[in-house]
């Protein structure tokens, strides 16, 4: 399984931008994805992730009601929608896929993610 982030920038606080995970393999419906991102010193933390189905979504505090995930199980493709851009949400972002479990779950806890991609870097100025 390979995974592709692509879609960062350096935006103004205030603006959207659409971060995009290309993942490679015939059974992209059967993988839970995250969205993670990671900060200059700072742990990397679950920014949001998605069920198998796109049924089940999780977010984090920090990001409720201005990112916006989804699937699109044709192209293999998970999307970030970020809006309301702060400073604070300036980081690298990588996405990650969870090939064993079983369940619909949006899978939240980041060592059962299994395969993860390449950052995009996104820098929000103030």
């Known amino acids: 399984v390979q995974l592709q982030a692509f879609g960062g920038g350096v935006v103004q606080a205030g603006a959207s931008l659409r971060l995009s995970c290309a993942v490679s393999?015939?059974?992209?419906?059967?993988?839970?994805v995250g969205w993670f991102r990671q900060a200059p010193g700072k742990e990397r933390e679950l920014v949001s992730s998605?069920?198998?189905?796109?049924?089940?979504?999780y977010y984090a505090d920090s990001v409720k009601g201005r990112f916006t995930i989804s699937r699109d199980n044709t192209k293999n493709t998970v999307y970030l929608q970020m809006n309301s851009l702060k400073p604070e949400d300036t980081a690298v972002y990588l996405c990650?896929?969870?090939?064993?479990?079983?369940?619909?779950?949006?899978?939240?806890?980041?060592?059962?993610?299994?395969?993860w991609g390449r950052g995009t870097l996104v820098t929000v100025s103030s």
């Open positions: 990650a896929v969870d090939v064993k479990t079983m369940s619909d779950i949006a899978t939240i806890v980041p060592h059962e993610y299994n395969y």
């Open positions: 393999g015939r059974t992209f419906s059967n993988y839970a």
């Open positions: 998605i069920s198998k189905s796109g049924g089940a979504t």
